[in-house]
């Protein structure tokens, strides 16, 4: 997939979006720093990475995220996003439009797809006829699909449904999956300013436990991009 570079952002972060790209092929997620930026700039920005679709219904393109002690999650466990939908976003984009008085919270980053490779030819093929029913979370849209965990589009990969609280971990080929996930498991860590960009078709991620101190608070802008 080749970057669409809007002319007001090119001169600035072309350089960023292509590497960028390079890092997704390899390692499923690339982060940088662009400083301070507002939520147009932000929207322009996503917009090289492919065309930005709202997160539900009524949605604007880009979604506010606050996290404290008080509200968001403490921790979040692996998931790809919107594993719901029909077909889930390709990557997800989060910018850290703020940040203070809190600790660790960092992204924690899995290697779907090359766990998935390091599996058996036979528990591949369980995984590709597993089909689960895949609900939205009690707080969004309700909106649920029957569905495979693992997509295919022309008859290769495509992407994968990952939610823990979906799977029968009594299996023992899903749970083969998951410890080879576990084994690929990166903590990544990102400051004020700084774009990271999953992969949400071919690498799960969650978020570690979160000290909180007074007034502790994070502020994300989120896009998703099909």
């Known amino acids: 997939m080749q ?23 390899y390692q499923g997620y690339s982060i940088f720093n662009v400083g301070e930026i507002n939520k147009d700039d932000f929207l322009k920005l996503s917009y090289s990475f492919g065309e930005v679709i709202p997160s539900g219904r009524n949605c604007e393109l880009v979604d506010d995220i606050y996290t404290t002690y008080e509200m968001g999650n403490k921790t979040l ?6 594993s719901y939908w ?3 976003p390709r990557f997800e984009i989060l910018y850290v439009n703020g940040v203070e008085n809190m600790e660790k919270g960092e992204i924690t980053v899995g290697n ?29 849209d309700q909106g649920s699909t029957q569905t495979h965990l693992v997509g295919v589009l022309d008859n290769e990969i495509a992407f994968f449904r ?12 899903i749970k083969r999956w998951i410890d080879n996930i576990n084994d690929t498991i990166k903590y990544v860590s ?5 774009i990271l960009i999953l992969d949400n078709w071919r690498h799960c991620a969650g978020r570690n436990d979160t000290v909180w101190h007074d007034g502790g608070y994070r502020h994300l802008y989120r896009s998703l991009i099909i």
């Open 112 to 140: 779907l797809i090359g766990a998935f490779h390091n599996l058996s030819e036979e528990d591949q093929q369980t995984l590709l006829s597993y089909v689960s029913v895949y609900s939205a979370p009690f707080n969004r």
């Open 77 to 82: 466990p692996m998931h790809t996003d919107k």
């Open 162 to 173: 990952y939610r823990l609280d979906i799977f029968d971990s009594s299996l023992p080929e």
């Open 86 to 88: 029909r077909i889930p």
């Open 190 to 194: 990102y400051k004020k300013g700084d």
């Open 3 to 25: 970057p669409i570079l809007y002319k007001k952002l090119n001169d600035k972060f072309s350089t960023q979006v292509k590497k960028a790209f390079e890092e997704l092929d």
